[in-house]
């Protein structure tokens, strides 16, 4: 639940936030040099861009082999991600790209660039759903000049399944490729409707959302203090008419797949950094062969005691922001390793901990006594898989499950790279100076702003979600579709709140006593105005993180306006975000930090609706209109995505390994393309 997802898009992904969240420590080494090239490739709404790894070629040889085989076994799960955003995906991007690669015809025409955009497009959502907004990815070429491509290509050099001809293959996929009423929304979360029938993901299949939902109560036992996670690594669908699940296993569901992840991680295996990664890499490959989901417990009490392995890894069926019932884990995978200067901001955060919980805003009855091994590390990431790819996290706090952050903690990770990477490509974009109300606000950001930014994410990692607790008999999932929105909410708050406080200063995390109002401003600017530019016109506000920074924004602006704390102010036409009163402004934070820690506690559902309902999901119509038309004048891409590095194993003739060579050179289409061949083993339709 807990990923900061998309900078610039939320701190970047999960995380950022068009406020451009904000660069890392600068990194050096390794021939990353001003020639780096960060940008890539532009599409769509989309830029792809390259992060550098810092540091990888001062690993050790064992380290840099265990980064090697753990991102083969975070390539290979590729497709299980595609599968379960929607069973057409896997069939449709194998079509495409049998096309691509085999077309013989005219590849200057304009139909010709609409169908390589529209590929490009599906490739960084992974799927024919936008990654961020969830709408189907509408092509802008007609059906009549994709049914010619098929037709035109050479049958043998196609994907087609069990035989089928172009015809039958073709009439299966059209209607889901080009009837905007089929399938129209990966995650559907409209109130009223059924979630699960109306959402096109490929968690569920012919069951209703009752159906589902009683299925899985009738597994919980209220009494059981250290539940599993109940769903998280199955399909639903009736079998001889009665509802069951199809587990992702080894001879289960992704079978193939999963097999290959179990391959490299067995090689891992034998190079981890020690004995206590050994075991959490067994208990992973445990977990894939059984599906047991009491191991995948185990496996993460085992992962998330690891704290001092420089190497570490996620992979996984992990977030569950795609399941409109929140229940299924999405496939994800990322290898990393510990950035060791970068880690003394988090350290000092970590290790003040208490004090933050003693001192938050929230009442006495939703404080942990004792908050428990909130371990926070920044990290470099080396390769991205599954769901943190194309589009990435800037942080990420895991595990998910409440018992285990209860009894055990949860390791928080700010990555760096990535950050950085974002920010050097924004640089001179103009984004600050069509946006920022004033030269005071602009240069605070360049002052501080890369700062605040990062530390924000610390908190809001470290701290943020690790604090408060529920009151007993309070099940955590009572929230329902509110419940991800609104810890994201709380997090942020948390954040925010401190970011003030001369705590941080005192701690030598903050230079002055100014420095917070960089991100108080970039903050409410984005929640209220500039994360727009993610939002096609029409459309509400859909995704966990957006919600969460225009309910916290919009209501500080309602709540302040008699005292006109934070308010929203026209100049030449154009509408900017003016904080009169910076310190009224923090104590408006604590305040609605405080009503939502209650309602988490509680598990006031009604409380929580209304808030996200009333502040995080509408549009103005107005302000979206104008500030689509800024952004589009600056001609810059609201979502970014990534390549990863190519690593390679040097052997000698022995066939010993002696090295492990990074390399940056690799374009987007040919990656995407050489990940569909080396790492492409399921069937088209599971
Ligand atoms: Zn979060």
Known sequence: MKKVIYMFTSLILLGACTQGKQAGSEPVDDGIDATFEYKVDRFADIEILRYPVPGFNSLSLQQKELIYYLSQAALEGRDILWDQHNRYNLTIRRVCEG???????????????????????????????????????????????????????????????????????????????FDPAVMPKRMNQTPGTDIVQTSAVNFYEGVTQQEVEAFYNAMKDPADETPVSYGLNSKVKKIEGKVAEQVWKLDGMYDKAIERIIGWLEKAAAVAENDHQKEVINLLIDYYRSGDLKTFDDYSVKWVTDTTSRVDFINGFIETYTDPLGLKGSWEAMVNFKSIEASERTRVISENAQWFEDHSPIDDRFKKEEVKGVSAKVITAAILGGDCYPATPIGINLPNSDWIRRDHGSKSVTIDNITYAYDKAAEGNGFKEEFMWSDTERERSKKYGTLTGNLHTDLHECLGHGSGKLLPGVSSDVLQAYGSPLEETRADLFALYYLADPKLVELGLLPDNEAYKAEYYSYIMNGAMTQLTRIQPGKDIEQAHMRNRALISRWVIEKGSDEKVVELTQRDGKTYVVVNDYEKLRALFGELLAEVQRIKSEGDFEAGKQLVESYGVKVDPELHKEVLARYEALNIAPYKGFVNPVYKLVTDENGKVTDVTISYDENYVDQQLRYSRQYSVLPLKN
Not at 125 to 144: R, T
Not at 157 to 164: E, L, S
């Open 99 to 177: 096309v691509y690669e085999n077309y013989m015809g005219d590849k200057s025409s304009e139909e010709w660039k609409q169908f390589e955009t529209y590929l490009k497009q599906i490739w960084m959502a992974n799927g024919i759903h936008h990654h961020y907004s969830e709408d189907k990815i509408m092509p802008q070429f007609s059906q009549d000049y994709f049914v010619k491509l098929v037709k035109s290509v050479d049958p043998g050099r196609m994907p087609f399944r069990d035989g089928m001809a172009a015809d039958e293959t073709l009439q299966e996929i059209l209607p889901v490729m």
